[in-house]
């Protein structure tokens, strides 16, 4: 069963953690974002902005928001303080992307907000339903704290 939920899979994404560092001249705390691995995965788009799920949409108010939520199936179990960035296909195409200078080069970096592990009739973890978020803070830049 396991290996039948594997194959629908055909899509790659890359996993990033953030690592705390201390400055040696300032001892500063410095947070970096740290590339982890790459898994298989099957990442879909929200198509609706309802209260019952959130979708794609931009919020004007006090400020811009550009707000886009998926929902990712993966064997992997991600944690909430992790990111997801580089949804690509087989071809290795990028498939969620942030327009930069008038060229689509950049993948979006997605915040994780919930993690539901998927079970089979048996009781064991078949796979993992991520639910994603776009960041604010579109780039792993260190940044001080």
Same mark, same amino acid.
């Given at each position: 069963?396991?290996?039948?939920?594997?194959?629908?899979?055909?899509?790659?994404?890359?996993?990033?953690?953030?690592?705390?560092?201390?400055?040696?001249?300032?001892?500063?705390?410095?947070?970096?974002?740290?590339?982890?691995?790459?898994?298989?995965?099957?990442?879909?788009?929200?198509?609706?902005?309802?209260?019952? +799920?959130?979708?794609?949409?931009?919020?004007?108010?006090?400020?811009?928001?550009?707000?886009?939520?998926?929902?990712?199936?993966?064997?992997?179990?991600?944690?909430?303080?992790?990111?997801?960035?580089?949804?690509?296909?087989?071809?290795?195409?990028?498939?969620?992307?942030?327009?930069?200078?008038?060229?689509?080069?950049?993948?979006?970096?997605?915040?994780?907000?919930?993690?539901?592990?998927?079970?089979?009739?048996?009781?064991?973890?078949?796979?993992?339903?991520?639910?994603?978020?776009?960041?604010?803070?579109? +780039?792993?830049?260190?940044?001080?704290?």
């Amino acid at each position: 069963m396991k290996s039948l939920i594997k194959s629908a899979m055909y899509m790659k994404m890359d996993i990033y953690e953030q690592v705390y560092t201390q400055e040696e001249t300032t001892n500063a705390i410095v947070k970096k974002w740290l590339y982890i691995r790459t898994t298989n995965c099957l990442a879909r788009g929200y198509i609706s902005d309802t209260a019952r +799920s959130q979708g794609s949409s931009e919020k004007v108010g006090e400020r811009y928001q550009n707000v886009d939520y998926l929902t990712i199936e993966t064997e992997d179990k991600i944690s909430k303080s992790q990111k997801i960035t580089n949804i690509r296909n087989q071809q290795d195409e990028v498939i969620w992307f942030e327009l930069v200078g008038n060229n689509y080069e950049s993948p979006t970096v997605f915040d994780v907000v919930g993690v539901i592990p998927v079970l089979d009739p048996f009781g064991s973890i078949m796979s993992y339903n991520i639910s994603v978020k776009r960041s604010e803070v579109q +780039s792993f830049d260190e940044y001080n704290s």
